[in-house]
């Protein structure tokens, strides 16, 4: 029997088991005790447990930070690395985020089924496809489970203090065929000197676009209209201008995207920003933001606009919000796979501050990079041509930062292909069941794959 026609019947049961999953509001919160990232990710990893013990597999539970399965033996572990968390709902959905949904579209819809929860059930089937065909392992698969994926990876930094090591395999966490290599995580945040500007918040994560904005300034002599003929110049997808004796009020709504593509979103506070030095709005910060953060998500104007082979530099403002009288933004920078952290601290440090604000370098990430050519790039390869016939796609490299810079000896492989939008991080997120199928038969190959000596 071809494994397409092995897999096929399993489609309704798949599904059922991600509802499971889905189900739970695994966002990150308030930690308690035995749940460092709060009960939704704690909730979420008992349920996976519970579904990978029902199909005959040994599991462990890593102290609620991650928990996984596995089968096999031998002191080499093949690693599937997979998340649990999610990043917030958000508003704008057309079902319940939490209620996996089937459309005529051919999609299931929820929050999770694509990032990323419907790859650990894709990867369940495979790993038990592969143990029923009674293939010699002298390698164990462990599927590795985490909880704070979204928000740090605390998690893996967790198992890796506390349990073996992953000796090679991948993260059903980014695109297929594979991602050979991820850009440098930046984070900064800007903070004002001095502020005419009486509060401004908005934005839900660091790591997606600023979709929603509410700004209120003092009125002064600045016409209302004027500033709404300024705020439908720019790339708004709406806004709200109201007015008192005193103050005016903006509600600004951009498109979210996430921060490794910002340029695919709109930013609600850069737009705003925007807005307010074409109406004639004289602000320090103002000028400060749109001199150096702007909305080009280029990073020129903090100097450090630069590109290699495989990608360019972006800058996401994600969240700003305003705390006694200070405003601050958080910058995700995305720096490409051969620019080094000593050229970008040389580069910015020049435009850090001046007399309108400032910005602070939080932490500077490395960057990961396999050769094209490397075993564990080309196995995986393989079992995606082997699985859709597709060589047109190749490899590549991505602005977003996985399990891969966390867990040593593994790369992002799949689940999302190249051509999809899945909205991710985004309202309506989907999954194609067809493709969701098809991870299946890819991962079934690539554990043959790595299982091979």
Not at 66 to 81: F, K, L, N, R, S
Not at 314 to 334: K, M, P, Q, Y
Request: aromatic share 6%.
């Amino acid at each position: 029997m071809k494994r397409e026609e092995l897999i096929r019947p399993l489609e309704g049961e798949m599904i059922e088991k991600l509802a499971r999953l889905v189900k739970h509001n695994s966002e990150r919160g308030e930690a308690g005790p035995g749940m460092p990232f709060g009960p939704g990710p704690a909730a979420c990893l008992k349920e996976a447990l519970q579904i990978f013990e029902e199909e005959g597999f040994k599991t462990t539970n890593v102290d609620n930070y991650c928990g996984y399965a596995e089968m096999g033996e031998g002191t080499d572990i093949i690693g599937i690395v997979s998340h649990l968390d999610i990043v917030p709902a958000g508003e704008g959905w057309d079902t319940d985020p939490f209620t996996v949904t089937r459309k005529d579209d051919g999609r299931i819809y929820g929050r999770g089924v694509s990032d990323d929860k419907g790859s650990v059930i894709a990867s369940l089937y495979a790993m038990k496809i592969v143990r029923d065909m009674g293939v010699p392992m002298k390698k164990r698969v462990r599927m590795l489970m985490g909880c704070n994926e979204e928000s740090g990876s605390e998690c893996m930094a967790y198992y890796n203090a506390h349990c073996e090591p992953i000796t090679t395999g991948f993260t059903p966490d980014g695109d297929f065929p594979g991602i050979h290599g991820e850009k440098g995580m930046v984070a900064l945040n800007a903070y004002s000197k001095n502020t005419r500007i009486i509060s401004m918040n908005g934005g839900i994560v660091k790591n997606a676009v600023c979709t929603r904005c509410t700004t209120v300034i003092p009125r002064g002599d600045l016409c209302p209209e004027c500033l709404r003929k300024a705020l439908s110049e720019t790339a708004l997808t709406s806004f709200e201008v109201t007015a008192d004796d005193d103050t005016i009020t903006i509600e600004a709504v951009g498109k979210s995207a996430h921060a490794a593509g910002p340029l695919k979103g709109i930013n609600a506070a850069g737009c705003t920003m925007q807005a307010l030095e074409a109406a004639g709005f004289e602000d320090d910060f103002v000028k400060f933001y749109n001199s150096h953060i702007g909305i080009t998500c280029d990073g020129a104007g903090l100097g450090i606009k630069c590109e290699d082979e495989y990608g360019v530099l972006t800058l996401n403002n994600g969240i700003v919000r305003t705390e006694d009288g200070v405003i601050s933004c958080t910058l995700d920078i995305r720096r490409p796979v051969t620019i080094t952290e000593e050229q970008i601290r040389e580069w910015i440090a020049p435009y850090l501050e001046d007399e309108n604000g400032r910005i602070e370098i939080e932490a500077i990430g490395p960057t990961l990079f396999y050769p094209l050519d490397s075993p564990l790039v080309s196995r995986l390869y393989q079992a995606y041509v082997d699985a859709t016939g597709d060589t047109e796609h190749k490899p590549m490299v991505i602005g977003g930062g996985t399990y891969a810079k966390s867990i040593p000896g593994i790369i992002a492989f799949g689940c999302q292909f190249q051509d999809g939008n899945n909205h991710i991080h985004d309202a309506n997120e989907s999954l194609v069941v067809e493709e969701f199928l098809l991870q299946v038969d890819i991962y079934v190959q690539a554990i043959l794959n790595l299982l091979e000596d």
